[in-house]
């Protein structure tokens, strides 16, 4: 495998494995718990991170169509942690079996795609970045959120 992939993989399995501890000691109602200021819970997070994920390294880096729907990450329902672990369980598989398969020349081949409001072109090792960089803030939400939930 390319280097430089299995440590975008590497990376990728240590933020999980940060987001399984932070939440694991957390129930369904610290998942669901929200700032009176803020509109994300952690389960709203976790479910994002895994269409995220998917969106940009199974689509973009990947070439898979996972037909998003981003809006419908943020809805707000009771959520249950099980099923929101699975589902992000399963989008990780997906997510490093397309990186298992990319190589080098293949991260920095180029794929036009909608960001922020505008079209452009980035690598997909670009996407995969943006990936990375993407899980490791909500992360850092997920780990404040945990505290904020838990504290007295």
Do not use: C
């Not at 987001?19 to 700032?35: F, K, Q, S, T």
């Amino acid at each position: 495998m390319d280097p430089l992939v299995a440590s975008l993989r590497q990376m990728l399995d240590q933020l999980h494995d940060d987001i399984y501890r932070a939440v694991d000691p957390l129930g369904d109602e610290a998942i669901n718990w929200a700032h009176p200021h803020l509109s994300n819970t952690i389960g709203i997070l976790l479910r994002h991170i895994a269409g995220s994920e998917r969106y940009w390294v199974v689509e973009v880096a990947g070439g898979r169509p996972v037909h998003r729907d981003r809006a419908s990450e943020f809805v707000r329902e009771r959520l249950v942690k099980a099923e929101l672990l699975t589902g992000l369980r399963a989008a990780h598989a997906e997510v490093q079996e397309v990186l298992g398969g990319l190589g080098a020349a293949d991260l920095a081949s180029e794929v036009e795609i909608d960001f922020r409001g505008a079209r452009r072109r980035v690598t997909r090792g670009w996407a995969v970045l943006q990936a990375v960089q993407h899980t490791a803030y909500h992360l850092g939400q997920i780990r404040l959120f945990a505290r904020m939930a838990t504290a007295g």
